[in-house]
Nanobody
Framework: QVQLVESGGGLVQAGGSLKLSCAAS????????MGWFRQAPGKEREIVAA????????YYSGSVEGRFTISRDNAKNTVYLQMNSLKREDAAVYYC??????????????????????WGRGTQVTVSS
């Protein structure tokens, strides 16, 4: 079972940037698609971005496309989320997740939280006006 640990959250002014990291340990990381989700108080957990195991495919939710960038460094067992032009509505707890059912599968980037079964504990992102 892989362990995922997020970091990089914090308080930032609207319009600012943050870069989240998710470090994986416990077994091979590079064979699995990864995703970032977020959950604001009183709201359901929603997908932010996902990246294939090969780093050749990415997905972004409409609310973050053009502002956020997901990437991964398989040599470092780490996936990143660069967040630019942050808005108040981006404030949430951000979770890293691994799609353990899609090892070495190309072209599959799952978008529902129920489709992922391995999660980190999350990192808080707060955006002030």
């Amino acid at each position: 079972q892989v362990q995922l640990v997020e970091s990089g959250g914090g308080l930032v002014q609207a319009g600012g940037s943050l870069k989240l990291s998710c470090a994986a340990s416990g077994r091979t990381f590079s064979s699995f698609p990864m995703g970032w989700f977020r959950q604001a108080p009183g709201k359901e957990r929603e997908i932010v971005a996902a990246i294939s195991w090969s780093d050749k495919s990415t997905y972004y939710s409409g609310s973050v496309e053009g502002r956020f960038t997901i990437s991964r460094d398989n040599a470092k067992n780490t996936v990143y989320l660069q967040m630019n032009s942050l808005k108040r509505e981006d404030a949430a707890v951000y979770y890293c997740t691994e799609d353990t059912t899609s090892e070495l599968v190309s072209g599959v980037l799952r978008r529902q939280s129920r489709e992922y079964d391995c999660w980190g504990r999350g990192t808080q992102v707060t955006v002030s006006s």
